[in-house]
């Protein structure tokens, strides 16, 4: 146990500036394919809600997609769209944007009728009811739907430092491929304390958004 | 006196329904009175009233409005120069109580001063508190403050029309009691035209300058309180009528 503690230090000690590229590149990738899936996402439950007879197979699509393992997709991909950024970016948002999408969908349906139709009756455009009442009430569950995507994406791209797109995943091939214990620890927990942190950060814009709810004023 | 309302022979149909939610309703409505549309569910009275905001068109028949017909006249534009309540109240919840009175306005794009004054103005009008609601959240409110605010957001861009669909149906007896009060008195102060729906005989007949009994789509007889009372233009009314006396003797048998 000394010694794996020790050897995590040497490797800080020696390797600082490389771990430190390593999680940025793990941040910005998932942070692009974040953006990436909530540009789609949320506009294609938009378009489920306004289209219904197409929502079965724009959902089905990507609920098909999901069960696919995230290795699964990232091989593939390979395959598909050859290494590198480009292709990790692609292969994570097709994992990302069906809870984003689906929650998309489930929060604009729970919208109840009577708000619609009370916004309409003051006499709001279908415009104005959208901003101002279907996407706000619809916001909760969405950003629910943004940390589940989250959450997947942190994790799974890990898996795209295999495709050459770098992270802190790297960290953890090379102790799987050299059998360094320290190496998969570290890469490891600081992708779990990655994970956890961008929760916490979500859950606070969630609790600031949502003040309304547990009745504090402003 | 001005006409404020006139239906003539409106029909609205619902698919798959055995008979016409309206059936051939015409009634003519003076400036200032205080309507109230009776029946139970099923009877056309919301249906009724939602063709007069335009949230529905009548298959056949005219609605005119001072002198308008509203199917001349763009949906948006009409529904906001009328005041419409329901009892479900619809605040929207991420909203404080100032920002909701003031949807309306801002449609019709006030500016702050005259918005912020309006809702001030409101809110005592509905007795309660500005400086202590104003920035509450709907949250934050019982029932019956939440139908106040409701009425207040109705009442905000001071429209000639008021189209209230059971306010007071889910609040409870002694709420309801002083909330029935209130709206007389704010409907007299106003000269407003009110069109109230309800499916309760005693708030009817007391609110109601006139009333409108409507059963199956079919309006069954439109008068004052005192001569629905007196003489029930059918079965229907008499049905009604003499629910009202049974649950009185159901009171004097208790006391």
């Known amino acids: 146990m000394g010694e794996i503690w020790s050897n995590i230090l040497l490797y800080f000690e020696n390797n600082l500036d490389a771990y430190l590229t390593m999680l940025q590149r793990h941040t910005s990738l998932s942070l692009r394919v974040l953006a990436i899936a909530i540009c789609i996402g949320m506009p294609m439950g938009i378009l489920c809600i306004l289209f219904r007879k197409q929502q079965k197979w724009i959902v089905g699509f990507f609920q098909v997609l999901r069960i696919i393992p995230s290795l699964a997709v990232l091989v593939l991909s390979i395959r598909l769209l050859g290494i590198g950024m480009g292709p990790a970016i692609t292969a994570l948002a097709f994992l990302a944007i069906p809870p984003i999408l689906m929650n998309t969908v489930a929060g604009l349906e729970e919208v109840p009728f009577f708000m619609l139709e009370t916004a309409k009756g003051m006499g709001m455009t279908e415009l104005q009811v959208w901003i101002k009442v279907r996407l706000p009430l619809a916001f909760p569950l969405i950003l629910a739907g943004v940390k589940t995507a989250t959450v997947e994406i942190v994790a799974s791209a890990t898996i795209a430092a295999l495709i050459g797109a770098g992270g802190l995943g790297q960290i953890i091939f090379q102790g799987l491929s050299v059998r360094r214990t320290e190496l998969l620890l570290i890469g490891g927990i600081s992708v779990a304390v990655l994970s956890l942190t961008a929760v916490l950060l979500l859950d606070l814009l969630d609790c600031f958004l949502q003040r309304y709810k547990r009745g504090v004023s402003t | ?255």
């Open chain 2, 1 to 255: 006196m001005n006409t404020a309302i006139e239906f003539q022979h409106v029909t609205k149909g619902f698919k798959g329904a055995s008979y016409n939610a309206v059936n051939d309703v015409s009634l003519s409505i003076n400036e200032g009175e205080f309507i109230t549309i009776l029946g139970s569910s099923g009877s056309g009275k919301t249906t009724l009233l939602k063709m007069t905001n335009r949230l529905y068109d009548p298959d056949s028949g005219n609605i005119i409005l001072f002198g308008e017909n509203i199917r001349d006249v763009d949906k948006v534009l009409v529904r906001r120069r009328i005041g419409y309540a329901i009892q479900q109240v619809g605040l929207l919840p991420h909203m404080t109580v100032a920002q909701n009175i003031a949807i309306v306005p801002k449609l019709l794009k006030w500016d702050k001063k005259r918005i912020e004054a309006r809702a001030h103005e409101l809110l005592e009008l509905v007795g309660l508190e500005p400086k202590e609601f104003s920035s509450r959240y709907p949250a934050q409110l019982s029932g019956g403050q939440q139908q106040r605010i409701g009425l207040a957001r109705a009442l905000a861009a001071d429209p000639k029309i008021m189209l209230l669909d059971e306010p007071f149906g889910a609040i409870d007896a002694i709420n309801r009691l002083n909330l029935q009060d209130e709206l007389k008195r704010i409907h007299g102060g106003l000269k407003k035209t009110f069109l109230f729906v309800t499916h309760d005989i005693n708030e009817a007949l007391k609110l109601g300058t006139r009333v409108v009994v409507m059963n199956e789509g079919r309006v069954c007889q439109f008068d004052t309180p005192e001569n629905i009372a007196k003489n029930p233009a059918d079965d229907f009314v008499k049905s009604l009528i003499n629910s009202c006396r049974e649950q009185e003797k159901f009171w004097e048998g208790l006391t």
